[in-house]
């Protein structure tokens, strides 16, 4: 079971940025997806941003051109850079990893079944 401790999120005013910061335990499976997923008051999780083994990068439409998802494999964190915050960016914010899905190459999508949680870090974006 890989431990995941999110960090960073805070209130802030539209348009401005916020980076959240994910601690893991040692990953020990070399074909690891990590990612972001959020959850906005009243509606279902979604996939924000995934990072592939091999560091290739997936975003959610919304947030494509304004967040960046990247890791730290020597100290063992995931990051999500967020700039141009908009209040439909509010949310909770979760870390995710689970074993990378062959589809004849090593595939982290947006939309599929995470295995392990972190336990959020709110995140709100006010107009």
């Known amino acids: 079971q890989v431990q995941l401790t999110e960090s960073g999120g805070d209130s802030v005013q539209a348009g401005g940025s916020l980076r959240l910061s994910c601690a893991h335990s040692?990953?020990?499976?070399?074909?690891?997806?990590m990612g972001w997923f959020r959850q906005a008051p009243g509606k279902q999780r979604e996939g924000v941003a995934t990072?592939?083994?091999?560091?290739?990068?997936n975003y959610v439409d919304s947030v494509k051109g304004r967040f960046t998802i990247s890791k730290d494999n020597d100290s063992d964190t995931l990051y999500l850079q967020m700039n141009s915050l908009k209040p439909e960016d509010t949310g909770v914010y979760y870390c995710?990893?689970?074993?990378?899905?062959?589809?004849?190459?090593?595939?982290?999508?947006?939309?599929?079944?995470?295995?392990?949680w972190g336990q959020g870090t709110q995140v709100t974006v006010s107009s």
């Open positions: 995710v990893t689970s074993d990378a899905w062959y589809r004849g190459t090593w595939l982290c999508p947006l939309q599929a079944p995470y295995k392990n």
């Open positions: 040692k990953l020990t499976y070399r074909q690891t997806c």
């Open positions: 990072i592939e083994p091999d560091g290739d990068t």
